[in-house]
Structure formats: C-alpha cells, structure tokens
C-alpha cells in the first residue's frame, strides 16, 4: 500500500497543535481515548477544499459543538458553544453558495481555510471537555487528604 506523503504531513500539521494537550488528557483520563479517536477520524476522513467535503466537516463539528453546549459548566462555555454554532452556519451557508457555477478555487480554499480554524478551536475545546467531564465519571473524589478528614 502506498503511503500518501502529502496527507500525512497535513495531518500532522493539523493535529501538531492540540497533540500535547489531548496526549495529557487521554494519560489523565483513558476512558476518553475511544470517544476523542473517534471523533478524530471522522474528522480526518474530511479533509479538502470540495465543497462536500467542507460541508461534512461541518456535520462533524456540528456534533462536537452540541456536546460542548450540552455539557458546558458555564455561562462562558455556553457562549462559546453558541458562537461557534453560529460561526458554523455561516460556513455552511457559504458552502452552499459555493456551489453553484462560477466559483473559484481560490473561494473554496478560503472556505476550507476558516473551517480548518474552527476544526482546530473546537476540536481541542472538544478534548478539553472530555477530560473534564471525565473528571467526575466512575472516580473516586481526591482521597488523597489526612486520614480521618471530616468527609466520610
């Protein structure tokens, strides 16, 4: 099988900036490894600048932002959760609009370039959450204080 040198490179570049970060979570957190790689090849297998492609990726993220909406702690993650749905929309609106003749590459790589921006902002947010909410899910509260604390 032969190795696509141009995709894996992309990948890397797009992946590179939260790699850190979701490493740490997953290390702190394995229960979220499944949901976080999931979600993460979804989003690999949309990747160009075809319209089709701009606009499956949108379905993904449109999947991420109802969780972080869903699941946000507060009035800031709400707002951020709806901002991005907004800023979604308005991507796919231009999508739609990109199909019809007469649009250039230049246009749909433009699209395709705000998209990216999204995937990466929500996607790490999307990482962020999971762990958070991790937190909280089949654990054990800090044990960690002196014997015989108040707590029992």
């Not at 790689?37 to 379905?59: F, H, M, P, S, Y």
């Not at 199909?99 to 996607?123: S, Y």
Request: hydrophobic letters at 40%.
């Amino acid at each position: 099988m032969a190795v696509d040198r141009k995709t894996i490179v992309a990948t890397i570049k797009w992946i590179g900036p939260f790699l850190p970060k979701a490493l740490e979570l997953i290390k702190q957190n394995p229960e979220i490894w499944q949901s976080v790689q999931d979600q993460a090849n979804r989003l690999a297998r949309r990747k160009g600048t075809a319209t089709q492609d701009v606009l499956a990726t949108i379905e993904v993220l449109r999947d991420q932002v109802a969780y972080l909406a869903e699941s946000a702690d507060d009035t800031d993650e709400s707002r951020r959760a709806e901002a991005w749905s907004k800023r979604l929309t308005h991507c796919e609106h231009a999508a739609q609009l990109l199909t019809a003749p007469g649009t250039t590459k230049d246009e749909r790589k433009a699209l395709a370039a705000r998209v990216a921006t999204l995937r990466t902002e929500i996607f790490t947010a999307f990482i962020a959450e999971h762990g958070e909410d991790a937190q909280g899910i089949g654990r054990v509260p800090e044990l960690d204080g002196p014997a015989g604390s108040d707590e029992a």
